[in-house]
């Protein structure tokens, strides 16, 4: 691994050293990529050009000029990818996993921490709810229909001085599509596409239509996806560590589902220079299995019949008033409806539990920016607010029908202050400072359906950040950060009380768990050549009272609360006093001809449990990509290559981790061609060789090669 280390450290270094200041344009990705794209006629390509982020600083600024480490995934790459759904999106950034099988579960972990300790944002908007916890649970990033996305910006390690608890491990802000204003005539153009998958005989039909004129823009969207159970690699049945997830013929059982979503978003220019945008999205989702359990032939049914998302949200910028460069005042509502079933059914014992959870949210943003000398503050208020209510339906062979559950009846609360600056020190040096406050509150009802305690808990906590930007020279910037995280224990974690949604593990409620806090530590550097982009950066993040998932001896007085069936797991959700991770991790492109570039990652973390000296079981094994691409005006082809190391520093003590994961290499080969009168094609071959593999955090096999296809045309 030291040998790796180093190889990567000196190859960068060359390229600090030796990339030209000017180059022929081709590519698009980097560690903060380019999507202000310049067009060189004479190369019919691409040139790299710095990205504007905005999730960083809840504003928009340059990537060179954000201390912590962006990835963002363009319009462009979405399209080129042609992902089923949008973790997949994921799987090549440094530092970053998923967590989940099949077409719709999927949520981020990065850098080890994932669920609620990863804040997903539509449009700066949570999506995060209290409903939803760490370690056997976490929001959907696919509650979001993929063709609505502009573009996603992931950014790695905690940015609670910008939003407040959820964000301690990283951020994933999900910005949707906006219609162009400013035009001298109103004109409308559009999109229509299919896709076809052939593991999973899955199809996607998306529909698009934009107008846009001087004063005002709309944009409205559609589609259907509808994807069957996906067939793994060759052998996967005859392997020990899929058989029971498999069918005969290589299928996994349980692994599809279907989904219709609907947006729309309307802008309009308000006097000289104030915007208004309202935008509303529908998500429908039916038949999500749990992949891996055959109803028919296992007994075991763990699915969701039902996941649904409304959202409204409306959002008015002044534009420059006063000593106020802009003032934004946004607001939201959205509602998620989750039905989830898992059944037991075996001849002589049946165990049969149905559970439909409405959590109703609302959200408020007031953000100001102003400019003083050489100071650019950004300052506002959140408040957001989480409603849950849970209905229950529970029958077994030596119980009489019940209606308890696991969460009762109650309300999320929380209020934030936040203000950063962004001072230019020098004509070289940038500081970035942040701070923030946050106050929550935790009420629950007493309600009769549930066994647990009711709670009435209040928390707060205050959050800062120390950015540096150093320019080496004018294509190299050197990085620094301190950050201090913070993430309350929600909900779900300080009151669920039943069993988890696999049925083998029952939960004991821990009402009196601390709130995570964190140091995190960022050193590196970012290169941003017209040939070349990426970044090398090395963190250390000290945790304290990190909330696990701990199984309880049966001595422990607490597991009493138990049920005494034979088989079952007894735990509770419990802080650790102290845990570390640390990691480095590389991205870069390289321009190496007129059309040819080269591209890449790499990501090593550690962590561990500082109490016990265990490794923590959500750490995943390294990971490097590669890969080449060829690219004209109107057609590209390219190959990539993800290896995945073996997982084998795992705790001694959790059944769930009793064995590791295998290595495994996987490559995909993809392409496109655009015709000149709107017509494009694109294919993609993904798992070319057929391997047969995991994910780290998955048990589930994989899908075996699959071949890909859209036809789209615009107009």
């Known amino acids: 691994m030291k040998q790796a280390l180093s190889v990567i450290v000196t190859f960068v270094m060359c390229v600090v050293a030796s990339a030209p200041a000017t180059a022929q344009d081709i590519g698009d990705e980097a560690e903060t990529t380019e999507t202000a794209e310049a067009e060189s006629t004479a190369t019919e390509g691409r040139v790299f050009s710095d990205q504007i982020v905005v999730t960083a600083g809840r504003q928009e600024q340059l990537s060179s000029e954000v201390a912590a480490p962006i990835t963002v995934i363009t319009s462009e790459q979405i399209e080129r990818l042609q992902p089923e759904k949008m973790a997949d999106l994921f799987k090549t950034i440094p530092g970053v996993e998923v967590d989940g099988e099949g077409p719709f579960r999927g949520i981020p972990v990065i850098r080890g921490l994932s669920s609620n300790r990863v804040l997903i944002l539509v449009d700066g908007q949570r999506l995060n709810n209290a409903r939803e916890s760490t370690d056997f649970a976490g929001i959907q990033p696919s509650l979001v229909n993929l063709g609505e996305v502009e573009r996603i910006e992931v950014l790695r390690g905690p940015a609670s001085v910008q939003y407040g608890s959820d964000a301690i491990g990283g951020v994933v802000n999900i ?105 509303a999205e529908v998500v429908r989702t039916e038949d999500i299995g749990f992949p891996g359990f055959d109803p028919e032939t296992s007994g075991i049914d763990i699915s969701f019949p039902q996941f649904d998302r409304d959202k409204l949200g409306a959002s008015w910028a002044s534009g420059a008033m006063g000593f106020l460069e802009d ?14 079933i898992r059944n037991f059914d075996f001849g002589t014992f049946f165990q049969n539990s149905y559970t439909r959870s409405e959590i109703d949210s609302l959200g408020f943003n007031a953000q100001g920016i102003s400019s003083f000398g050489v100071n650019h503050l950004t300052y506002g208020l959140d408040f957001y607010q989480d409603e849950l209510h849970d209905t229950s339906l529970s029958e077994s062979t030596f119980a009489p029908p019940s209606d308890e559950v696991v969460v009762p009846d109650s309300t999320q609360r929380a209020l934030g202050l936040y203000i950063g600056d962004r001072i230019s020190a020098t004509s070289k040096l940038i500081l970035n400072l942040g701070l923030r406050g946050d106050t929550y509150s935790f009420e629950s009802d007493d309600d009769p359906r549930y066994q647990g305690e009711p709670i ?16 080496l020279t004018d294509h190299v910037n050197l990085t620094g950060l301190i950050a201090r995280g913070f993430r309350t224990p929600n909900i779900q974690e300080r009151t669920f009380y039943g069993f988890a949604s696999t049925g083998d593990t029952y939960i004991v409620q821990n009402s009196e768990l601390s709130p995570e806090t964190s140091w995190n530590y960022e050193a590196g550097f970012k290169v941003r050549y017209e040939q070349a982009s990426g970044g090398l950066n090395f963190f250390y993040n000290d945790l304290t009272d990190f909330i696990g998932f701990v199984f309880l001896d049966p001595d422990d007085p607490r597991s009493a609360a138990c049920p005494p069936i034979p088989g079952i797991e007894c735990s509770t959700f419990e802080n650790t006093e102290k845990a570390e991770i640390w990691g480095v991790e590389l991205d870069l492109e390289w321009i190496l001809a007129r059309w040819w570039s080269v591209f890449g990652s790499f990501a090593y973390l550690e962590g561990t449990d500082k109490t016990t000296d265990e490794p923590l079981s959500s750490i995943p094994p390294w990971k490097i990509t590669a890969g080449v691409r060829y690219q004209r005006s109107q057609w590209w082809a390219e190959a990539d290559v993800r290896y995945v190391g073996e997982q084998d520093r795992l705790p001694s003590d959790d059944p769930r981790f009793e064995t590791g994961t295998e290595p495994f290499t996987v490559f995909d080969v993809r392409g496109g061609y655009d015709f000149a009168f709107g017509l494009g094609v694109l294919v993609s071959f993904e798992n070319v060789f057929d391997e047969l593999y995991n994910e780290p955090f998955n048990n589930r096999p994989e899908p075996g090669s699959n071949l890909r296809a859209t036809l789209r045309y615009r107009f």
């Open 456 to 471: 009435d808990v209040t928390d707060s906590a205050l959050s800062g950040n120390l950015g540096v930007i150093y320019s």
């Open 175 to 279: 910005i949707t599509r906006q219609p162009d204003l400013g035009a001298d005539q109103f004109e409308v153009h559009g999109n229509v596409s299919y896709e076809y998958g052939t593991t999973s005989d899955s199809q996607d039909g998306q529909v698009r239509v934009s107008g846009a004129g001087k004063r005002m823009g709309f944009e409205i969207g559609g589609s259907i996806q509808d994807v069957e159970n996906y067939t793994a690699a060759d052998g996967a049945h005859e392997d020990d560590r899929y058989a029971a997830y498999t069918l005969e013929d290589d299928t996994v059982p349980n692994s599809g589902m279907q989904q219709e979503a609907f947006d729309g978003t309307f802008r309009i220019l308000t006097g000289d220079q104030g915007l208004l945008k309202v935008n």
């Open 327 to 340: 003032l934004t005042l946004s607001a939201w509502y959205q509602a998620v409806d989750k039905e989830s």
